[in-house]
């Protein structure tokens, strides 16, 4: 299994922050925030990751990181020269992939849940990670069945079909690079991970955890204050994130 942190964007909804810096090199209490997705992937048993980055700022990246062998993992840099979504992570990633599965996990989504078990026993298809919400129409929805296998995805819907969004974290078998590639753009101009998930649906192998604890995406004011303050909480209580 492969590693790959989607690190770039411009991460306008946090300017002035992010006007000389990626957001993932701000701070988040202790540490720089793309410690967390990097500490997330090799608590999960996976030490060959790929960084994705903003070209402005792959410097700073490999100023920081370096090969990754003070995280205890090994690292490689790629740049994306435009935002073009997240399934372009399999895109660039396509030769440090080669044939092995891939989990992709977003840069600015920080978590305190071990997904080692969920790395281990993945074989083939897509697994994505789901966890309840007060606030399900700010994220991709999943639509459960009575038996609670999989019905729908969706992506920031009106009305809700359930209350569980699908967090930043993502594992695909060896086809996603194939599929990656053939997915055309939304009409906003990017391509979508839910076509993605859809596509993995579609074909009868996708399938979902639920995750607990701590998950935030990092991408507001607002949620980097209050990420700041749960690590902060944590660390003081004497956990280990």
């Known amino acids: 299994m492969k590693g790959i942190i989607l690190a770039g964007g411009r991460a306008t909804r946090l300017r002035p922050l992010t006007k000389i810096t990626s957001k993932q090199l701000l701070p988040v209490y202790n540490k720089p925030m793309v410690y967390y997705p990097i500490q997330t992937l090799a608590k999960a048993g996976i030490k060959d990751i790929l960084v994705i980055v903003a070209p402005e700022y792959s410097g700073q990246f490999l100023n920081l990181l370096g090969s990754g062998h003070e995280l205890g993992v090994n690292l490689s840099y790629e740049v994306q020269e435009e935002p073009r979504g997240l399934p372009d992570a399999f895109v660039i990633g396509e030769n440090f992939i080669g044939k092995d599965n891939v989990a992709l996990i ?54 809700p079909k359930s209350n569980y969004a699908v967090v930043g974290f993502y594992v695909f078998d060896n086809h996603v690079i194939d599929y990656a590639m053939n997915l055309k753009p939304s009409p906003r101009g990017e391509l979508e991970i839910v076509d993605l998930h859809n596509k993995y649906l579609s074909n009868g192998n996708l399938d979902v955890n639920i995750i607990e604890g701590m998950w935030e995406d990092a991408g507001t004011f607002d949620s980097l204050l209050r990420v700041n303050n749960l690590v902060a909480e944590k660390i003081r209580q004497g956990e280990n994130l």
Do not use: M, W
């Open 106 to 159: 977003l840069g600015d989504n920080i978590f305190d849940h071990d997904f080692s078990e969920s790395i281990a026993s993945f074989t083939t298809g897509g697994r994505i990670f789901a966890k309840e919400v007060p606030d399900p129409e700010r994220y991709g929805v999943v639509e459960f069945d009575d038996n609670n296998k999989v019905v729908s995805i969706v992506e920031k819907p009106k009305n």
